[in-house]
T-cell receptor, first 115, second 114 residues
Framework: DQQVKQNSPSLSVQEGRISILNCDYT??????FLWYKKYPAEGPTFLIS?????DKNEDGRFTVFLNKSAKHLSLHIVPSQPGDSAVYFC??????????????FGTGTRLTVIP | GAGVSQSPSNKVTEKGKDVELRCDPI?????LYWYRQSLGQGLEFLIY????????KSGLPSDRFSAERTGGSVSTLTIQRTQQEDSAVYLC????????????FGPGTRLTVT
């Protein structure tokens, strides 16, 4: 049962335009959300995160929006650059009884930025 | 070391054989996680280590899977009597402490069971 869902397996955007990647989750206990970027043959790289007490976090060209009532978050990249082409994973975390911050990942969205 | 390292990068094994996958976390990171990504799936949590505490094994799919972490650093994930459905990329991640959400991933080990 997928608790974090990324319903768009792929997205193509023209260079300079905005990329919007979407993510939905089902578990209301999630209290922290992260976006990871993954290039082929490499592990995921942390990109940006947001706590459930916020609804927006911005870091340079990357902004993450959280809508808790809709259990939805999105990653905006503007302006998009060819180097942003990668697979983007949405992840959510809920502290377990052992203190672990297990991450639950979506299936990823492959972003292609066209020069 | 700069980041999390894993070895081997690729492993092909015959069904029924045992395999060991190694993870070297970032120096000073006390929390270590193992995940796996099967084809077309998101990353699936397997096991978590924090310092000298007993590991959280709640994600291990069967008793053929085990992991240990020696000296609070290097970790080994062992899969006994491998099955074809074990074929996946196995990813290790570490974080500074259990209260830290950001995890830093290694490049993964691609396991293929024939």
């Amino acid at each position: 049962d997928q608790q974090v869902k990324q319903n768009s397996p792929s997205l193509s955007v023209q260079e300079g335009r905005i990329s919007i990647l979407n993510c939905d989750y089902t578990n209301s206990m999630f209290d922290y959300f992260l976006w990871y970027k993954k290039y082929p043959a490499e592990g995921p790289t942390f990109l940006i995160s947001i706590s459930s007490i916020k609804d927006k976090n911005e870091d340079g060209r990357f902004t993450v929006f959280l809508n808790k009532s809709a259990k939805h978050l999105s990653l905006h990249i503007v302006p998009s650059q060819p180097g942003d082409s990668a697979v983007y994973f949405c992840a959510a975390s809920a502290r377990t009884r052992t203190g672990a911050n297990n991450l639950f990942f979506g299936t990823g969205t492959r972003l292609t930025v066209i020069p | 070391g700069a980041g999390v390292s894993q070895s081997p990068s690729n492993k092909v094994t015959e069904k029924g054989k045992d395999v060991e996958l190694r993870c070297d976390p970032i120096s000073g990171h006390t929390a270590l996680y193992w995940y796996r990504q099967s084809l077309g799936q998101g990353l699936e949590f397997l096991i978590y280590f924090q310092g000298n505490s007993a590991p959280d094994k709640s994600g291990l799919p069967s008793d053929r899977f085990s992991a240990e972490r020696t000296g609070g650093s290097v970790s080994t994930l062992t899969i006994q009597r491998t099955q074809q459905e074990d074929s996946a990329v196995y990813l290790c991640a570490s974080s500074l402490a259990s209260g830290t959400y950001e995890q830093y991933f290694g490049p993964g080990t691609r396991l293929t069971v024939t």
